[in-house]
Nanobody, 115 residues
Framework: QVRLVESGGGLVQAGGSPRLSCVAS????????IAWHRQAPGNQRELVAE???????RYADSVKGRFTISRDNARNTAYLQMNSLKPEDTAVYYC?????????WGQGTQVTVSS
């Protein structure tokens, strides 16, 4: 079992640059892909960014060039650096870890961007 705890959310002004963290604990050996997803009210959960164990990354078109995902395997921590935030980035951000076919989710952290 893997437990994921997100932090770093809150109320941010448009243009701000917060960094989200996701700390994994438990049986973290073998975690392959770590991803950040988000869900805004009334919308489906969507993939924001993901990073493989080898460091390959993929981003949603809406955040390319603004967000950067990274991971520190020694600290069992993943990060999402968010720059140039827009009000439409407002959502609950969830961390997801996968050791296929098993996946785990964190509880989420709210990010609210004020204009």
């Amino acid at each position: 079992q893997v437990r994921l705890v997100e932090s770093g959310g809150g109320l941010v002004q448009a243009g701000g640059s917060p960094r989200l963290s996701c700390v994994a604990s438990g049986n973290t050996f073998g975690i392959d892909v770590i991803a950040w997803h988000r869900q805004a009210p009334g919308n489906q959960r969507e993939l924001v960014a993901e990073i493989s164990s080898g460091g390959s990354t993929r981003y949603a078109d809406s955040v390319k060039g603004r967000f950067t995902i990274s991971r520190d395997n020694a600290r069992n921590t993943a990060y999402l650096q968010m720059n140039s935030l827009k009000p439409e980035d407002t959502a609950v951000y969830y961390c997801n870890a996968a050791n296929f076919p098993r996946t785990w989710w964190g509880q989420g952290t709210q990010v609210t961007v004020s204009s």
